[in-house]
């Protein structure tokens, strides 16, 4: 496959140029790589039509032939990591390690998910009724999902989905939309025409897709903001909605903590792809007995990462990946600038081609403050000093997110219920991030509605359904 060019949409098994295209920069340069498909309303309607001519075949395949296309699909990413990492990198801007460990666990993900089972409960089997509980599948799913993990944030939605029995219409961020239709040219070429079909556009696709009369799901995966959107205008015909939203995860870290040895990790908990992460570290409550030697120890560990072109050997971090990102992190810089807060590391921008934001450290700003209580997602971490434990605990918990969190301490115990008081999806114990298709994954109050991953996520894909059967002696039926 040529990852550089010929980049279309994959509708109903085929390839399909847009009739328009829209521009794809590279992030680390600004310069345009290429141009993908801005598909029209009738695409999109044929992409639906395709979906929905596929399910009922689909969903009558057996799961064990379910399993095993998507496990071929999962080999088939696996087998082309290398030109999908450098295409990811291209258009995304992570390091080409970075997107590496994300294209491999884009296919270790569909394997895994492959293995999940469907359960079927029996309610009563008696002498008058056999009543059993089982999951069928919905129908099409549209599946939305954004910029910063094109592809592994995809394959939190194709895995179960299509495994439960359900068709696809899966668009990508117009930021990041070259390796989800590459992806879609390797699914064509091992599902069913119809099953997935890859559409991509500028900003009218996605709320095409949540009013579209043919989607029965929506499966989204973005900022809250566009989460309320989308709930909205889902309603309009009940669609069932996951909605994976954004966060603001508050990291404690307790006084027990060996600071040199920690330090390196709790950086990449908030830095790790650029800050760009929904479960990134986004405010760190430091103990006040360890706070100076932890922030010093951050400080230095952070002078030794390498920032540049992804594309460049030794990169750690890379580029904001788009033009609203990159000011929207420049603007949050600029308040924490103008109400005097005191800056560890940072907080000018880069004066260079391309949207590059050094790692920027703020020492202790207040509780109210914007960097605070927002979600910044990008490079730039508020460290903020605690002496009480019900204090920072009521601190982490007082936002509108719950996505996740994390708990750092020599003395697991102790760290592990303090982890159990934090209002949140997930919370970690000394260590943070770590997903598997295995496990729900989501967000309490306004970071998400549903999960994916696990039992529960897979069920999500599915309409619950019981079937009673009464039992009646041979010629007792009513007449
Ligand atoms: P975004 O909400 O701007 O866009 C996400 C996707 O929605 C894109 O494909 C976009 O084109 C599409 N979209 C935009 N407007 C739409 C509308 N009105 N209707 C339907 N679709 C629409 O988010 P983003 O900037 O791409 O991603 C960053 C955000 O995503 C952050 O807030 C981050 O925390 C969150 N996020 C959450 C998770 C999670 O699992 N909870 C994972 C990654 C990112």
Redesign the pocket.
């Known amino acids: 496959m040529n990852f550089d060019s010929d980049y279309a949409m994959t509708i109903g098994g085929e390839r399909v140029s847009g009739g328009a295209t829209f521009e794809v920069l590279n992030p680390a340069t600004e310069a345009v790589i290429a141009r993908a498909p801005d598909a029209s309303r009738n695409q999109l309607d044929a992409a639906v039509a395709a979906a929905r001519t596929a399910f009922p075949d689909w969903a009558a395949t057996p799961i064990a032939e379910r399993r095993a296309a998507l496990t071929a699909l999962g080999d088939a990413v696996l087998a082309n990591i290398d030109g999908l990492k450098r295409l990811l990198t291209a258009e995304q801007g992570k390091p080409h390690g970075d997107a590496e460990m994300e294209i491999g666990g884009a296919g270790m993900w569909l394997k895994g998910a492959a293995t999940l089972e469907l359960p079927v409960m029996v309610n009563e089997d008696s002498a008058e009724r056999y009543s059993e509980t089982r999951h069928v599948p919905i129908g099409v799913v549209g599946a939305?999902?954004?910029?910063?993990?094109p592809m592994i944030?995809a394959m939190f939605k194709v895995g179960p989905a299509l495994l439960a029995g359900n068709t696809m219409v899966l668009?990508?961020?117009?930021?990041t939309p070259l390796t989800t239709l590459k992806f879609g040219e390797l699914a064509a070429a091992i599902l069913p025409p119809g099953v997935l079909n890859i559409v991509t556009g500028g900003?009218a696709?996605?709320?095409w897709?949540?009013e579209h009369p043919g989607i029965d799901k929506v499966s989204?995966?973005?900022?809250?903001?566009?989460?309320r959107?989308?709930m909205q205008?889902a309603s309009a015909t009940l669609k069932r909605v996951t909605l994976?939203?954004?966060?603001n995860d508050p990291a404690i870290v307790m006084p027990d903590v060996d600071v040199e040895a920690i330090a390196e990790e709790l950086f990449w908990a908030a830095f790790r792809n650029n800050g760009q992460?929904?479960i990134a570290t986004k405010r760190m409550y430091v103990h006040a007995d360890i706070y100076e030697p932890l922030k010093a120890a951050l400080v230095t560990y952070a002078r030794t990462v390498k920032i540049g072109d992804g594309a460049e050997q030794g990169t750690q971090i890379g580029p904001i990946n788009n033009k609203p990102?990159y000011d929207r992190v420049l603007e949050l810089i600029q308040d924490a600038r103008d109400k005097g807060y005191t800056f560890l590391l940072g907080g000018d921008a880069a004066n260079v081609p391309g949207y590059f934001i050094p790692v920027t450290i703020i020492d202790n700003p207040p509780e109210d403050s914007r960097i605070v209580q927002e979600?910044q997602?990008g490079p730039v971490l508020p460290l903020i000093k605690f002496d009480d434990l019900d204090d920072v605990i009521a601190r982490a918990n007082a936002s509108d997110y719950g996505?996740g969190g994390s708990v750092w301490g020599v003395d697991e115990d102790r760290a592990f219920a303090v982890a159990e008081r934090i209002a949140s999806g997930t919370v970690w114990v000394n260590e943070t991030q770590h997903l598997t298709p295995f496990a729900a994954?989501g967000?309490m109050k306004q970071?998400?509605v549903g999960v994916?991953g696990g039992l529960e996520g897979l069920l999500e894909y599915t309409n619950t359904q019981t079937i009673v059967r009464r039992r009646r002696p041979a010629g007792a039926l009513p007449s």
């Open positions: 939305i999902a954004p910029w910063n993990f944030l668009k990508p961020s117009p930021f900003d696709l996605g709320p897709m949540t989204f995966t973005g900022s809250t903001a566009t989460g959107r989308v205008s994976e939203l954004g966060g992460i929904c990102q979600e997602f996505l994954f967000g970071s998400g994916e």
